[in-house]
Nanobody
Framework: QVQLVESGGGLVQPGGSLRLSCAAS????????IGWFRQAPGKERERVSCINNYASTDYADSVKGRFTISRDNAKNTVFLQMNSLKPEDTAVYYC????????????????WGQGTQVTVSS
């Protein structure tokens, strides 16, 4: 059974850091494309970052230079290191998987985790 579980969210002050984890079970994470998405209240879900089977990465312009996606195949886990956090980064963050390539379209991803809340506020 495919399962994705996010963790690591919380409340952080502007300029702070968090590391999100996406732990996978039921399949080998390195055989899929993994995307991190976020959704703020009243906004559409947007793709923040993506990593493919070859560990090539992609980032939204809004997080480039601040966020880093990585994968630990031994732990079957993907991470999102978030630095220099801003209030506009506040959202529920999700990881999701698909085959093929790093798509920005959330509807093209096949499996999703339950999400983890990130709140950036002083």
């Amino acid at each position: 059974q495919v399962q994705l579980v996010e963790s690591g969210g919380g409340l952080v002050q502007p300029g702070g850091s968090l590391r999100l984890s996406c732990a996978a079970s039921g399949f080998a994470l390195n055989t899929y494309i993994i995307g991190w998405f976020r959704q703020a209240p009243g906004k559409e879900r947007e793709r923040v970052s993506c990593i493919n089977n070859y560990a090539s990465t992609d980032y939204a312009d809004s997080v480039k230079g601040r966020f880093t996606i990585s994968r630990d195949n031994a732990k079957n886990t993907v991470f999102l290191q978030m630095n220099s956090l801003k209030p506009e980064d506040t959202a529920v963050y999700y990881c999701a998987i698909r085959r093929g390539y790093c798509s920005v379209s959330y509807y093209s991803y096949d499996y999703w985790g339950q999400g983890t809340q990130v709140t950036v506020s002083s």
